[in-house]
């Protein structure tokens, strides 16, 4: 066999693996679309993150101005997708957010599974919307420009962006500021909750208060603040 029959072979057999390749990233973004296929997967990602629930630190009130933005995680690549799993912080260093995200490519939704010591947060995303669920009922949605809406697809607030910030505006009151979530991409050791803190200097409460939130209102409060760190704070890479 002479070297120009055997470079044909291997260029075929490169094709062929290509092609296989692409077919098999095409099925598996056909098969996210599926609503049983993301339910499935959210079943799967809430055991793993209700895993994590006994490390974290009870409840106090206004839960939602404890947030911060200081996040450990791990991240984890495949063919597909991308997965991140951690954990959100309060001042004290004391973690009080389990967390895990996926991203899926090709046209194929995003989720993300939240959990406090108390309650439950599942996000789905993709293009412009994000749809958010607080312990298995429909929250409500919101979109890129902004717009919130709630679990019967009526408008209920704004989110107005700034530089640094976004003010939350709901039931026709200007409620709170969301600080724009620091970017990790460039951090290198995202596993130590002293070298965040300490070198880092993060830590700052991620929401400032203008006026009194109602009960509902306090599940939109946190849902946005666990999602602002959560999801902006890492570029997806798949």
Not at 13 to 42: C, G, Y
């Amino acid at each position: 066999m002479d070297f120009f029959t055997i470079m044909i072979i291997l260029i075929t057999l490169v094709v062929f693996v290509f092609i296989v390749l692409i077919a098999f990233v095409m099925k598996k973004s056909k098969d996210v679309k599926n609503d049983a296929f993301l339910e499935t997967a959210r079943k799967e990602m809430l055991q793993r993150i209700l895993k994590k629930r006994k490390k974290l630190v009870p409840h106090k009130a206004d839960f939602y101005l404890q947030i911060t933005d200081a996040m450990t995680f791990e991240r984890t690549a495949a063919v597909t997708n991308s997965k991140i799993s951690g954990f959100l912080y309060n001042t004290h260093q004391k973690p009080i957010v389990a967390f895990e995200r996926v991203d899926r490519g090709l046209n194929a939704k995003g989720q993300l599974v939240a959990v406090t010591k108390k309650h439950e947060f599942v996000y789905e995303f993709l293009g412009e919307t994000i749809t958010v669920f607080f312990d298995n009922s429909l929250l409500g949605s919101w979109n890129q420009s902004g717009k919130i809406f709630n679990a019967d697809q009526k408008g209920i607030g704004q989110l107005k962006f700034s530089e640094d910030s976004k003010t939350l505006v709901l039931n026709d009151r200007t409620v709170a500021t969301i600080l724009k979530a620091p970017l990790y991409d460039t951090i290198s050791n995202t596993n130590d909750v002293s070298y965040i803190f300490e070198e880092l200097t993060l830590g700052t409460s991620l929401l400032s208060l203008h006026e009194k939130p109602t009960v509902k209102e306090e599940k939109w409060l946190t849902a946005l603040a666990i999602f602002e760190i959560t999801f902006y704070g890492n570029t997806p890479v798949a």
